[in-house]
């Protein structure tokens, strides 16, 4: 795990939800460590965030619309993934924490 995580680098994203009405109450806060230099680094987590931000978006207008939930943990996830996959060539860990209060 130690060897992977050097390698391919890990991503944090969390979420503040709201546990009753499940929505999101806070902007998204993307963290990483072990993907790229500072410079890029900052500029590719400023994109992940508004990456993070359009899934919210998505989520919101299905819970309205829809009245279906999306497991958006793992929508994140999947999506970082592909994101960073994209951006550099490598599939870092990815754990998005959504908490629910």
Do not use: C, H
């Not at 992977?4 to 680098?9: D, M, P, S, T, V």
């Not at 503040?16 to 072990?34: F, H, P, Q, Y």
């Not at 299905?62 to 994209?86: H, K, N, P, S």
């Amino acid at each position: 795990d130690r060897r992977q995580l050097g390698e391919k680098g890990v991503v944090f994203s969390l979420l503040v939800r709201n546990a009753e009405s499940r929505r999101i109450l806070t902007t998204a806060e993307v963290m990483a460590k072990g993907l790229a230099s500072e410079q890029v680094e900052l500029w590719l987590l400023e994109e992940a965030k508004n990456k993070v931000q359009a899934i919210v978006k998505d989520y919101e207008l299905q819970l309205t619309t829809q009245g279906v939930e999306m497991d958006l943990q793992e929508t994140i996830r999947i999506e970082l993934r592909r994101f960073f996959l994209a951006n550099l060539g490598k599939k870092p860990t990815v754990v998005p924490i959504v908490l629910d209060l």
